[in-house]
């Protein structure tokens, strides 16, 4: 295990992508099990809280803190039939790269891909642009080793509800919360097709099962720090069409609902504006048929025949909106570059001392209810003077919006506390949640109560049962 204590080096660990800086006292890089349990020991000694960190590509302000950051280096992997068990450590991209060879896909394929590691999706319940047909990490996550507060380590696997009561004093009392509160866990969930806010405790008890590691998947190291994940894997679609249109917000209901109709594996809303501002324009242009300012990107895959899956597009309500079809795999991937180019170019944007700061940046609702959550962020910037962009997963109705704001002065503080005070109140209404993919961190914790009224207690027990001494990750997910 390296420790780290050169203040140059603690100074590059920082930061991640949210919006708060703290330097650490302490980085150890942990390559095993036993490294990572030593690392949580000696900072628990030293009264240190423990922060573990992956890519660092959180956006709330979620792997940074002020005491040891825990960084795993592990980045095996191993396939074995429709299971793959992977170090923490492990880049997506790699994990992809490493599955082409028997065939296997794990569909979570966040934007970021091509540096968040598998422990930081297991921990952010991480999705991205294919979630509406395949779900979220937490969908297949099969079994995960966890490193506990105290330097515990043990094995999170989904048991038998009648059997998950026995063993260790923290599954029983965790088992008896949620089990003797499942109604109200399960009326209280938000009604969205994706959601990282809270823990998220109606995915645990299912199918007369208690799904052990869904309890940590989302928790962003708030309960442990993920020493090995064991992902369920799926056969690789034969076939990936794409098709593009363009739009505007005012049309993006009905285009959203007559590609809906296809079963689509993704529906992505690209603002073409944050590709103009940086002058990218040749990035989009290929694809841009109109003035309007946004386009649709609808991916279609599967293992049957492609021809008649294009077919079936071409005589359904799609057809009236003339898309550009691309079925050529490499003209596919490239499409989906530009796509993915998104967040980092916009992150170049400036207006003077204005930059897109996040906050509201991945509300999610019920799909029913996009065009209301369009008009939401629309009308709460423009009647404020404020530029933004919009893009995100429109399929899911979980939308990426960023204001131009100035983060640095009170003045823009203020702003984006309205914003979100406002938003996230209106979204709550609509039976959406603050956050579908990017996860609370600091920069959301104290809105975590106000979106689980009820069963807001039962997240701060099961927090108590695992972190007794609150170590782990201070005011991230839980304020």
């Keep these: 295990m390296r420790r780290v204590t050169d203040a140059a080096e603690l100074d590059g660990l920082s930061r991640d992508a949210g919006p708060a800086t703290m330097v650490p006292k302490v980085a150890y890089f942990a390559s095993t099990e036993s490294e990572v349990v030593a690392a949580i020991r000696e900072a628990e000694a030293a009264g240190l809280p423990v922060t573990p960190r992956g890519g660092g590509t959180g956006i709330p302000t979620q792997s940074v803190g002020r005491g040891a950051l825990v960084i795993q280096t592990d ?54 642009a294919r979630s509406l047909k395949y779900g979220s990490t937490i969908e ?55 959601n990282s806010s809270g823990y998220r405790l109606e995915r645990v008890v299912h199918d007369g099962v208690l799904d052990f590691p ?15 994940a064991t992902l369920r894997v799926v056969k690789r679609p034969s076939w990936r069409a794409l098709f593009v249109v363009d739009t505007s917000l005012a049309a993006l209901d009905h285009d959203v609902g007559a590609f809906r109709s296809l079963r689509p594996a993704a529906l992505e809303l690209v603002d073409k504006s944050v590709f103009r501002r940086v002058g990218r324009w040749d990035r989009v242009a ?110 899911d109705a979980n939308l990426h919006a960023r204001p131009l704001v100035d983060g640095s002065g009170q003045e823009g503080k203020g702003t984006m506390r309205e914003l ?45 049962i695992f972190d007794p001494k609150m170590v782990m990750n201070p005011g991230v997910k839980l304020a």
């Design 75 to 128: 980045s095996t992997a191993a396939l074995s039939g429709e299971l793959v068990t992977c170090g923490p450590g492990l880049v997506k991209a790699d994990l992809n790269r490493y599955l082409v060879q028997g065939d296997r896909w794990l569909p979570v394929d966040p934007s970021s891909y091509a540096s968040c590691t598998v422990g930081g999706m297991v921990a952010n319940n991480s999705s991205g």
């Design 140 to 194: 297949y996550v099969s079994g995960l080793r966890v490193a506990l507060p105290g330097g515990d380590a043990f094995t999170a696997a989904a048991l038998p509800l009648g059997d998950a009561g026995s063993g260790d004093q923290k599954r029983q009392r965790a088992v008896a919360l949620l089990t003797e509160n499942q109604k109200a866990i399960a009326e209280e969930a938000p009604r969205v097709t994706k």
């Design 214 to 228: 869904r309890l940590f998947v989302g928790s962003e190291g708030t309960l442990g720090v993920t020493t090995q």
């Design 286 to 395: 290929p694809y841009s048929r109109s003035d309007d300012q946004y386009m649709l990107f609808c991916e279609l895959d599967g293992e049957g025949s492609q021809g008649e899956a294009m077919e079936r597009a071409g005589s359904s309500q799609v057809a009236g909106l003339e898309p550009m079809a691309l079925s050529d795999p490499a003209d596919v991937q490239s499409a989906w570059e530009v796509r993915n180019e998104t967040l980092s170019l916009a992150l170049e944007i400036r207006d003077g001392p204005r930059s897109l700061a996040p906050g509201v940046e991945d509300l999610v609702v019920p799909p029913d209810k996009l065009g209301e959550l369009v008009r939401l962020l629309t009308g709460q910037f423009e009647s404020r003077g404020l530029g933004y962009i919009l893009y995100g997963h429109a399929g």
């Design 420 to 464: 979100m005070d406002e938003c996230f109140e209106r979204v709550w209404k609509m039976g959406g949640s603050m956050t579908g993919e990017h996860g609370d961190g600091m920069l959301r914790a104290g809105y975590v109560e106000r979106q689980y009224p009820r069963t807001y207690w039962i997240m701060k027990e099961i927090k108590a």
